[in-house]
């Protein structure tokens, strides 16, 4: 398993374990560039979270910043992290303001 597949695993266990619901596109050629590995909907609010393999986090490319983006201007959560306790650290900091 990669780094990156070893993260995007530790994030599914977190959200199972909060019971966020969420899906995972797939990346395949033909859909849209730049769509975050998760999609998630949690209390209500749009969770888009892209993971990076361990020492990655700032190495998104411009089509998935731009998608990033978008989401947090029509106001969903927009998140990278290449390691599930930044995700874990994220929802609880936000987990009382929803």
């Known amino acids: 398993m990669t780094p990156e597949g070893k993260v995007k695993n530790a994030v599914k266990r977190e959200l199972k374990s909060r ?12 859909g849209v560039v730049g769509i975050p590995d998760f999609i998630c909907c949690w209390r209500g609010q749009f969770i888009a979270i892209e993971t990076k393999a361990p020492g990655k986090r700032n190495s998104t490319t411009a089509n998935q910043d731009r998608k990033l983006s978008e989401i947090t201007t029509h106001g969903g959560w927009a998140l990278v992290v290449d390691d599930a306790s930044q995700l874990v650290e994220y929802l609880n900091k936000v987990g009382g303001d929803v």
């Not at 019971?19 to 033909?30: K, L, S, V």
């Open 19 to 30: 019971g966020i619901w969420f899906f995972m596109p797939m990346q395949n050629g033909f």
